[in-house]
């Protein structure tokens, strides 16, 4: 789920509210933990960000627009994690 969020909400916009993803959430199931949502979306944005930076230390080239991207998504949903804390 946190995928399918990652490629078709974070990556099609600059910025990502709770709301936003609540609405795609709802659609599979109303019983969920906001909490492990959160840490899941933190995984699954680590995990991309990863690809890109394993294709340069392969290839010898990176491409900055595309690591910068997957980084303001990581950063994106930190975000929202850190409104979570008290």
Known sequence: M????YWNLFWQKDHVTW???????QVYNNDYEKDIILLFLI???????AAPII???NSGTI???NLEKRMNILKNVIGL???QLP
């Open 63 to 65: 491409n900055l627009l």
């Open 19 to 25: 709301v936003e993803i609540e609405k795609f959430l």
């Open 55 to 57: 294709d340069a230390i």
């Open 81 to 83: 994690r850190m409104e």
């Open 2 to 5: 946190c995928q399918f969020l």
């Open 43 to 49: 995984k699954a944005a680590i995990y991309r960000s």
